[in-house]
């Protein structure tokens, strides 16, 4: 990709332009890692919509950040899906057409339904008293409903993924951590672009509840139950499946 650098003093402190490039390298990680949550978020809430073709000077001037770490983090999502390479120079947010959101949910339901069979069996075999995990699960749910209150799409969104991806960590299982991570970004923009049903939200209490009660059958089963619900709205509302 071919661009301009820039040249004025971030707020933060870092520097557009080839002069990033001597930045060291723990805190180009760093940079990069927030340049992607940043563009991330931007592409879940839509700022970047479907098709936008984002350019690296742009992006590290918005930012104010340098090229360098953008670089970086849009080379990183592009890997994750949000993002992909134009033919010639730069990316675009990538598009979700109907065969994405299928095969996405062909991965997603087997991941999620085991991560709440060993949430669940690493509740049951924990000593007595709650697990931090569970309590992490519980104060997701309470988020996801003061913002479904409040009619706040944005946070109910963020509440919702943080509660799936509370039953990840919870399972203790590092591969599926990392596997599930690399959905992530594009469960949340799917999440952001669909309704949310209330007798969804009703299914993550559901969910809660056998996973704390360390019932690892029905935590998998209700599990399964809510992810195939989610497809169904997620393809009704995008595509307008009867």
């Keep these: 990709m071919a661009y301009v650098a820039g040249s004025s003093a971030g707020r933060d402190g870092t520097r557009p332009g080839p002069r990033g490039e001597d ?16 563009v991330r978020q931007r592409i879940v809430d839509r700022r970047y919509p479907q098709g ?19 670089r970086e983090a849009l080379r990183a999502l592009v890997g994750e899906g949000l993002l992909e390479l134009l033919p010639h120079s730069g990316v675009r947010v990538r598009r979700l057409e109907r065969a994405d959101v299928e095969h996405l949910y062909e991965v997603w339901e087997p991941l999620a339904v085991q991560a709440s069979r ?5 509740v049951a ?24 209150r409040a009619d706040e799409g944005a946070r109910e969104v963020a509440a919702h993924t943080a509660f799936h991806e509370d039953i990840v960590a919870l399972s203790g299982n590092p591969m599926l951590a990392r596997t599930m991570e690399q959905l ?25 509840r056998y996973i704390a009660a360390g019932d690892e059958e029905s935590a998998a089963a209700s599990t399964l139950l ?17």
Excluded: I, K
Aim: glycine share 4%; net charge neutral; charged share 30%.
């Design 52 to 70: 936008a073709r984002l350019v690296e000077r742009e992006v590290a001037e918005e930012l104010r950040m340098s090229r360098v770490p953008v």
């Design 23 to 38: 930045e060291p390298p723990a805190e180009r990680t760093s940079l990069s890692a927030r340049a992607r949550d940043a």
């Design 125 to 148: 075999r924990a000593a007595p008293g709650e697990l931090p995990g569970t309590a992490a699960l519980r104060s997701s749910l309470d988020r996801a409903e003061q913002a479904a």
């Design 118 to 122: 060993l949430a669940a069996r690493r």
């Design 226 to 242: 809510h992810v195939r619900d989610s497809r169904t709205v997620a393809l009704r509302s995008l595509f307008d499946d009867a």
């Design 184 to 208: 992530s970004g594009q469960l949340q923009l799917l999440f952001g672009m669909r309704e949310e049903p209330e007798h969804m939200r009703a299914q993550h209490a559901v969910m809660f």
